[in-house]
């Protein structure tokens, strides 16, 4: 049976219905559960040929590793990091795009129990210094590759906490560096589970995150031991990993959606990963490992889809994938209806956070994907949509998206334990029984939730409550807009004016006739009451490192011209 089973007492298909699941839905583990041994471990000794992970560097170099190479390379991680001191409880910056060696390090510290931090190879000077400081972290880990240990060392004098760091690629860096896979290779790949004091519990801290929000510093986001169970649901349930076969989520280590989307819950499903390594997302690349690898199981965001889409899909052959789902944004029915006319498969939404497994589902084969809805709470976790007093919406009310919660020590697993490290900023999102996403929704008359936007993204015009993610669908299905972005705008009658950033497709130009067009568009296709008053074409759009749109920025300089003039 697959290893899950034991985690759920039952294998997926037995659950006959999404109600069935959601009543029904049980995790049983115990309180040393650790993945590294529990389910890394268990296969690379029962199953120790089993593929595990195919990976693809960028000059499409192959390399495959069965669950018996990632169990005993990470026990090689864990007496490395050992032998230079790094002990439970500590903490460990990870910059290292999508190496394999990701996967083996991480790991590796789970089995000693320290604390693991992914981060991107976007990061400058300011970036490293803020999180090794306020993370109090001992040690950092960085590819070679690019710039990145140059911009860790002009930080150099302003770490408090790390006391070694070390790289991978070891030639192409600068001095100080420690050859972290001469070290590596020279470990012993012979590891005991520790026991004792040294043994780990499920309310440890297994890794800490930080999500670059639109507003200020990064979000410091804890997780425990429980986490990878929370993503048994994303990996086997919502993405429908094919025991035996290869699932593709395209994102770099440095995100949480690597976590999300390919290591804990699709190990858990017992399929092998596959790790395109490469230095510029190319859709027709994309394509071409699909087929040539033949993928069984594929995951990437909306607007990776719409990049892809801009190629000849149907010239390749694709015939090896028997489910697709996205996350990270809103999925506009334009994309939706053109993967599934080039590929005959619809695409099945799921809605989280870096905070959260999958929250909010289409799962297959109990609900029918419903182009602009996310679907419904997955089993394991109570989702509602509760209004500013706490009270339960209405269906077509919008109201927060919010996961109850009854305590650090009894949370659903998945869920994080903390903020930044605060009980006060901590409570400001988990209080009275509930953790409040920030993000809003209604459910239709199905009961689907429908994304409206974050909190913040709200649009407040004439009375009207606006939510930015259905005037951003329906421009997204005029042929001359490639990206855009709904803001409000200050207006002294309104309030606010709402407002449309656009990014034209190539061979369109901005101009008056199109900005009337784009507006009588939105009229003819939604409520007329939300079309954009205000039209603005960009070359880009601001963006977070995960490439989340900044509204916030946008919003920012608008107040700023409102209030200069």
């Known amino acids: 049976m697959p290893i899950y089973e034991k985690y759920i007492g039952r294998h997926r298909d037995d659950f006959k219905s999404l109600e069935d699941a959601q009543q029904n839905y049980r995790l049983q583990f115990d309180d040393d559960f650790n993945f590294a041994y529990d389910v890394i471990d268990v296969l690379g ?145 012979v590891w005991q589970r520790p026991t004792g004091a040294d043994a780990t519990n499920i309310h440890d801290i297994q890794m800490i995150a930080f999500s670059s929000g639109t507003t200020g510093y990064p979000k410091i986001i804890t997780h425990d031991f429980t986490y990878p169970l929370g993503h048994i649901m994303t990996g086997v349930f919502w993405h429908r990993v094919v025991d035996g076969g290869l699932h593709f989520t395209v994102s770099d280590s440095g995100w949480m959606k690597c976590m999300w989307g390919k290591f804990y819950g699709q190990w858990f499903g017992e399929t092998a990963l596959f790790v395109y390594d490469f230095e510029k997302f190319d859709g027709k690349k994309i394509l071409e490992m699909i087929e ?19 190629n000849d899909v149907k010239k390749y052959d694709l015939s090896s994938l028997v489910h697709c789902c996205t996350a990270g944004e809103a999925l506009n029915p334009d994309i939706f209806n053109k993967w599934k006319e080039a590929t005959g498969l619809e695409i099945y939404e799921g809605f989280g956070q870096s905070e959260t497994p999958v929250c909010l589902a289409t799962l297959y084969p109990w609900c029918k994907p419903v182009p602009g809805a996310m679907g419904y709470p997955v089993p394991g976790l109570d989702v509602h949509v509760l209004d500013e007093n706490g009270g339960h919406c209405q269906r077509g009310t919008t109201g927060e998206i919010c996961i109850r919660y009854e305590s650090a020590l009894h949370h659903p697993c998945g869920v994080l334990t903390g903020y930044n490290f605060s009980k006060e900023d901590t409570e400001k999102a988990i209080h009275d029984g509930f953790y409040h996403t920030g993000d809003t929704a209604y459910r239709d008359e199905k009961g689907m939730f429908r994304y409206v936007g974050r909190n913040d993204d709200v649009i407040k015009s004439s009375g009207y409550r606006i939510g930015p993610f259905e005037i951003e669908s329906v421009l997204m299905e005029h042929p001359s807009v490639l990206e855009v972005a709904v803001t409000g705008v200050p207006d002294p009658i309104r309030g606010f004016n709402v407002k449309a950033t656009i990014v034209l497709r190539p061979g369109f130009q901005g101009s008056d006739e199109l900005k009337k067009e784009l507006q009588n568009f939105v009229k003819k296709n939604t409520a007329p009451y939300k079309y954009p008053r205000v039209v603005e074409f960009v070359d880009e759009l601001p963006k977070t490192f995960s490439g989340k749109i900044r509204r916030i920025e946008i919003r920012e300089n608008d107040k700023k011209k409102f209030e200069g003039n």
């Open 45 to 189: 000794t029962q199953k120790p040929d089993k593929l595990a992970m195919i990976w693809v560097s960028n000059d499409e170099e192959v390399k495959r590793f069965t669950f018996k190479d990632i169990m005993l390379m990470s026990n090689k991680a864990a007496n490395y990091f050992k032998s230079v001191g790094i002990k439970k409880g500590d903490r460990v910056l990870f910059v290292l795009k999508r190496s394999y060696l990701f996967w083996v390090l991480t790991l590796g510290l789970h089995k000693i129990g320290a604390v693991m931090i992914p981060a991107t190879n976007m990061l400058k000077a300011k970036d490293y210094i803020y999180r090794c400081n306020v993370a109090k972290i001992k040690c950092v880990v960085i590819t070679g590759d690019g710039d990145c240990t140059q911009y860790y060392d002009e930080g150099e004098g302003k770490y408090e906490t790390v006391e070694m760091k070390m790289v991978t690629k070891h030639k192409a860096a600068g001095d100080g560096w420690i050859d972290f896979e001469a070290g590596f290779d020279a470990a012993s790949d």
């Open 292 to 310: 040539r690898f033949k993928i069984t199981t594929f995951c990437v965001p909306p607007t990776m889809y719409r990049f892809i889409l801009q």
